[in-house]
């Protein structure tokens, strides 16, 4: 009883800590690039109070090996949030060997910075989305509030399957730039209308809190969705498209169960077939724990994401025409690497950027279908992501009229 009460009360102060926040961002709607990530993460800190399930630990180095002369028929884009190249090298010192990412054969940097300089993850998932450059806070719209072509309208166009899969909330910035359309990141409700909207075929991540009311559960049944909420429901081998599942009231740091890496083999499996497929994944609480300049939270994301990494490179391994594509939307804290190299020197003093976002470029890895034939320069430009996805999907799906899925939300 006791600890039930003192939940509740949790849980009630932090939705008045949400109010107030939202309340100063619709005010202001300024562009500052930091302050939007990290809207849930009150939230998700008052919730998430159960031990850890998951068995985190680094999976060991594997090296795969996929098939490149091949057209693309699938592409998994993979985003680390607010992952710089050296909080990957901090955790390889952690790990003592490589992250799965490392095996890929292909490997660039990528500018992120945004109309407004650093970029928050909104614009960021834009650019690699639509591949324009737009201002922060803003999610699938142009510097005048004009719609561009997400990744999941240009996929679908052309008969693909699409599918997100995030450890933040279902509407977030990074899941919602592959999908929607509006001026204002924080808008979770209307960008998960969108997302339903959309119809992509599979949607898993947390925030229960906003699938829950009786308003969108209508939406949710209306638009044919099976709605799931546990991990015993994911596994369950039955599931169909299209499917929401979403696990948690508010985002789901590394440890929690379902895993990043269960989300993604149920979508890999439900996404699988003739038609191909676009799927978005991304561990989103890099950046958060970053943000809180906790390394340690911090290394269990690297697990996290590595196992994921793992797992996806096996699974294309054996499922050729797959382009995988590892990389983040920005750097956040500043992480510098320590110079004795030292696991123990791996600590909070590695952050130098009062948990910021940074303008750092960030590393970008490929493999499997044309990887090598798409990724041939050294520095590339966010946009140019989104660039290179089209381009390959073009070259196997052929050319496609622009159909926007929804209507630009204010
Ligand atoms: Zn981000």
């Not at 979508?267 to 809180?292: H, P």
């Not at 750097?331 to 009062?354: A, L, Q, W, Y």
Request: proline share 3%; net charge negative; aromatic share 8%.
């Amino acid at each position: 009883m006791k600890s039930k009460f003192i939940k509740s009360i949790a849980v009630l102060l932090c939705m008045l800590t949400i109010c107030v926040v939202f309340a100063g961002c619709t005010q202001q709607n300024t562009n500052k690039a930091t302050e939007p990530d990290i809207i849930t993460a009150p939230a998700t800190e008052a919730v998430v109070t159960e031990p850890l399930k998951d068995n985190l630990s680094f999976v060991p180095y594997t090296e795969y090996n996929l098939e490149e002369d091949t057209e693309v028929k699938n592409i998994i884009l993979m985003i680390g949030d607010g992952m710089g190249e050296n909080i990957i090298e901090n955790a390889e010192i952690i790990k003592g060997d490589k992250l799965a990412m490392r095996g890929m054969p292909y490997k660039c940097y990528v500018t992120t910075d945004s109309l407004d300089g650093t970029t928050d993850s909104a614009a960021a998932s834009t650019a690699m989305s639509c591949g324009v450059k737009t201002h922060n806070q803003y999610i699938g719209v142009d510097e005048n509030k004009e719609a561009v072509e997400t990744i999941i309208e240009f996929s679908k166009a052309r008969g693909l399957k699409t599918g997100v899969v995030a450890t933040q909330i279902i509407p977030h910035a990074t899941p919602a730039g592959m999908i929607a359309h509006t001026d204002y990141r924080g808008l979770f409700n209307v960008i998960l209308k969108q997302m339903i909207n959309a119809n992509v075929d599979v949607m898993y991540g947390g925030g229960s809190e906003y699938t829950d009311t009786a308003k969108m559960q209508q939406r949710i049944e209306n638009s044919g969705y099976t709605y799931i909420k546990t991990a015993d429901e994911l596994y369950n081998n039955s599931l169909e498209t299209p499917v929401i599942g979403a696990f948690n009231w508010g985002g789901m740091y590394a440890g929690n169960l379902p895993s990043l890496t269960d989300m993604t083999a149920s979508a890999l499996e439900l996404l699988e077939g003739e038609d191909g497929f676009f799927l978005m994944v991304e561990e989103s609480y890099i950046d958060i724990t970053e943000a809180d300049m906790d390394m340690e939270g911090t290394i269990k994301e690297m697990q996290s994401f590595d196992k994921c990494i793992d797992y996806t490179l096996s699974w294309a391994e054996t499922h050729p025409g797959t382009l995988v594509i590892v990389t983040a939307d920005h750097e956040t804290g500043g992480v510098i690497v320590p110079e004795d190299r030292k696991p123990e020197s791996v600590n909070n003093d590695c952050f130098t950027s009062d948990g910021e976002h940074t303008s750092t470029n960030v590393a970008l890895f490929a493999a499997g279908a044309k990887s090598g034939e798409l990724f041939t320069e050294d520095m590339i430009d966010n946009t140019d992501i989104a660039k290179i996805m089209r381009q390959a999907l073009n070259d196997t799906y052929g050319e496609a009229e622009v159909k926007f899925l929804n209507e630009v939300s204010q």
